[in-house]
């Protein structure tokens, strides 16, 4: 079968997906091991059988739901390519201003950062990218997470990385940080979101938290400050429609300058204080 015809019928698998061709490529790319631009241009090469029970059975599962970045192992963030698991979460461009808003307030000198609940390491491994002077520690609560950050961090060879496992601060006892960032799980378990798309198979720690999504936002508040330098930041990504809560929150733990920052679709995404 022709590369063209395979992609054909692919997309027309792919009903429930919001990029049914970008899909269909990606995992086509994935086997062959071809760039999008060789698949564009030799769209009549031929798949031989092998490659054809491979395509067929990646196209089954992402028809059935499971997200691209779990079949193919791994997801751009920030530029670097990451390896994904469904130990954790799938990196998204939301949190991409997570790590902006962090590298506009990390101080110019060489310091100690922190991300906890670092998952594959995504947004540790975008500030340690960027500030190779300072030192980041990425802890998650889940040892498959850690082992996953710590291979994402020795692939892209970023060595100003440790990822340690830790329930947000308990392996932390005594130490400080210049700037601590964290996308903790704040999504509430009724959420009707938590029933569509990739999230349902993305691990639930990952995700849900009590107290309508806020329950490890109040933990990381309220013990922050003890594992802050002065005039440290604290940077908490949260849910389009809980900015309110969260600087609430922040301040009843005397955190100061407080702001919320919006993502690229204008939504409140991120609270530093
Ligand atoms: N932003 C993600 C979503 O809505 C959730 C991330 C999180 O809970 N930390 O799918």
Not at 58 to 83: C, H, I, K, N, Q
Request: hydrophobic letters at 45%; glycine letters at 6%.
């Amino acid at each position: 079968m022709q590369i063209r015809v395979w992609l054909r019928n692919a997309v027309a698998q792919l009903p429930d997906s919001d990029s049914p061709k970008r899909d269909a490529e990606i995992l086509l790319g994935k086997v062959l091991g071809k760039s999008r631009a060789w698949l564009i241009a030799f769209d009549d090469a031929t798949l031989d059988d092998a490659q054809l029970a491979q395509l067929d059975a990646l196209l089954a599962r992402r028809a059935a739901g499971e997200p691209v970045a779990y079949l193919t192992g791994e997801r751009e963030f920030w530029s670097l390519s990451l390896t994904v698991s469904p130990d954790t979460l799938i990196p998204r461009p939301d949190s991409e201003v997570l790590v902006e808003q962090a590298l506009a307030r990390l101080p110019a000198e060489p310091c100690e950062v922190l991300d906890l609940g670092t998952g594959t390491g995504a947004i540790a491994l975008a500030l340690a990218s960027e500030r190779t002077d300072c030192q980041v520690t990425g802890v998650d609560r889940i040892p498959a997470a850690v082992a996953l950050a710590q291979h994402n961090a020795s692939k892209l060879a970023l060595s100003n990385t440790r990822f340690l496992q830790s329930h947000w601060f308990s392996a932390l006892e005594g130490q400080q940080f210049a700037l601590i960032v964290s996308n903790p799980p704040y999504i509430d378990a009724d959420d009707h979101h938590l029933s569509q798309g990739d999230v349902r198979f993305e691990p639930a720690s990952a995700l849900v938290a009590g107290d309508h999504g806020l329950a490890d936002i109040r933990i990381i508040a309220a013990e922050a400050g003890r594992y802050l330098q002065d005039s440290g930041w604290l940077l908490l990504e949260h849910g389009w429609q809980q900015g309110e809560h969260v600087r609430k929150i922040l301040r009843e733990n005397s955190f100061h300058a407080v702001e919320t920052c919006q993502d690229y679709g204008g939504n409140d995404r991120v609270t530093v204080g």
